[in-house]
């Protein structure tokens, strides 16, 4: 079975330039999530979606950044305008979820291998 | 204070020896994930588990949901075992879905 496949899995860019992140998930899953790592803040989430729409997006840093949906087998993560502080890595995931209660977050995430950013 | 707490946050073991790694948390959770992180960067989900214990060869991972806690133990531990082990836990109720993540403890595995 194929995992979660993230692209590219490493990108350098000029500050200012757009910088475009893609996912796509496990088939069948219906959650996804956007995670970043750094140094000093270790893994954080950025959004996730259930259904391909968005329900928490309050780890998003600020308007500079985006994240999409179309679809049940692709999502994007935007950048723009880029800034060297974007440097990290940023990860995908996504799980079977399930909103009947009691079973609600019970399924693991599984990851992507990652998309290494750098701003310069 | 971070909702999850990790220690020690590094590790450094003899080939063999039986390590234990601890994750404390303050909020009332359904599920938490032991995740490792190898130095090539790919995440691996390791465990889930919401009560008990579960084991997977080498690795065994224990939770105390009354004293919110966790820990995760690996047995004849093998330089292959070095890696960031990260504890995660799925706040309960609501509709979220999403993971509070410890800041990870760095095992160093030695031959």
């Known amino acids: 079975d194929a995992g979660v496949i993230q692209s590219p899995r490493h990108e350098v860019t000029e500050m200012g330039q757009e910088v475009t992140l893609r996912c796509k998930p496990i088939s069948g899953h219906n959650s996804l999530f956007w995670y970043r790592q750094t140094m000093m803040r270790g893994l954080e989430l950025l959004i996730y979606f259930n259904n391909n729409v968005p329900i928490d997006d309050s780890g998003m840093p600020e308007d500079r950044f985006s994240a999409k949906m179309p679809n049940a087998s692709f999502s994007t993560l935007k950048i723009q305008p880029s800034e060297p502080r974007d440097s990290a890595v940023y990860f995908c995931?996504?799980?079977?979820?399930?909103?009947?209660?009691?079973?609600?977050?019970?399924?693991?995430?599984?990851f992507g291998d990652g998309t290494r950013l750098s701003i310069l | 204070k971070n909702e999850v707490e990790q220690s020690p946050q590094n590790l450094t073991a003899q080939e063999g020896e039986f390590i234990t790694i601890n994750c404390s948390y303050s909020?009332?959770?359904?599920?938490l994930h032991w995740l490792q992180q190898h130095p090539g960067g790919g995440i691996v989900s390791l465990f889930m588990?919401?009560?008990g214990k579960k084991k997977h060869g080498r690795l065994i991972a224990t939770i105390n949901i009354q004293e919110k806690h966790s820990s995760l133990h690996i047995t004849a531990s093998h330089p292959r075992d070095s890696a960031v082990y990260i504890c995660a836990v799925r706040p309960w109720g609501g509709a979220t879905n999403k993971l509070i993540f410890g800041t990870g403890t760095l095992l160093a595995v030695q031959p």
């Open positions: 995931a996504s799980s079977l979820g399930t909103r009947a209660r009691g079973l609600l977050g019970t399924q693991p995430q599984h």
């Open positions: 909020v009332g959770i359904s599920a």
């Open positions: 588990l919401s009560s």
